[in-house]
């Protein structure tokens, strides 16, 4: 059973649109997401992270929103750029994070020019 | 500062051998996860180790094991290789036990090809 979804494998927008990636959870007991994004052939890199007492925490270009009581979270990217096309993770973890990471399957975002 | 090392980048094994894979955190780090990343299940949690002790396990079978060293460089074994664990094995360190409120760092990954 997949705790954390992300139903959209692939993503395509255009240069200086907005991306928005989408992420649900079941497990009420999350109470810290985070985004990573994925280039080939690296790690995944943290982008942002938001706790269960916000709604939301922006940082330059990304913005993480949070609906707790939909059980669910959105990565906006604006405006988007070729270099943020990349597979991008949805995480979550329980007891303010201090329990082990449980990711999404991960969407492939394609910004072109 | 050097970033997480895994070595080696690329694998290939056969069925029923073994492989040792390793992984070196961040200086400073001491807590080292594993994850297995396949494109069917995406990145999924195989344990974590800090201080020497394995503090979580993941839902994988025994055949995957691993430790970490007093230098906090880890490794992880996995025995009786299948098909099915051909994937990209990543490392992840954190300064305490790897949450949300200290930021895991990833290493580039282990491609592991079983034939």
């Known amino acids: 059973d997949q705790q954390v979804k992300q139903n959209s494998p692939s993503l395509s927008v255009q240069e200086g649109r907005i991306s928005i990636l989408n992420c649900d959870y079941t497990n009420s007991m999350f109470d810290y997401f985070l985004w990573y994004k994925k280039y080939p052939a690296e790690g995944p890199t943290f982008l942002i992270s938001?706790?269960?007492?916000?709604d939301k925490n922006e940082d330059g270009r990304f913005t993480v929103f949070l609906n707790k009581s939909a059980k669910h979270l959105s990565l906006h990217i604006v405006p988007s750029q070729p270099g943020d096309s990349a597979v991008y993770f949805c995480?979550?973890?329980?007891?303010?994070?201090?329990?082990?990471?449980?990711f999404g399957k991960g969407t492939m975002l394609l910004v072109s020019p | 500062k050097a970033g997480v090392t895994q070595t080696p980048r690329y694998l290939i094994k056969t069925r029923g051998q073994q492989v040792t894979l390793s992984c070196s955190p961040i200086?400073?780090?001491?807590?080292v996860s594993w994850y297995q990343q396949t494109p069917g299940q995406g990145l999924q949690f195989l344990f974590e180790y800090f201080s020497e002790t394995q503090r979580n396990k993941g839902n994988f079978p025994g055949r995957f094991s691993g430790r970490q060293f007093s230098n906090s460089r880890s490794e992880m074994n996995v025995s009786t290789l299948e098909l099915g664990d051909s994937a990209l094995y990543l490392c992840?360190?954190?300064?305490?036990?790897?949450?949300?409120?200290?930021?895991?760092?990833f290493g580039p990954g282990t491609r592991l090809t079983v034939l």
């Open positions: 992840a360190s954190s300064l305490s036990l790897a949450g949300a409120t200290d930021t895991q760092y």
């Open positions: 938001i706790s269960s007492i916000k």
């Open positions: 995480a979550a973890s329980a007891d303010s994070g201090y329990s082990t990471l449980t």
């Open positions: 200086s400073g780090h001491r807590s």
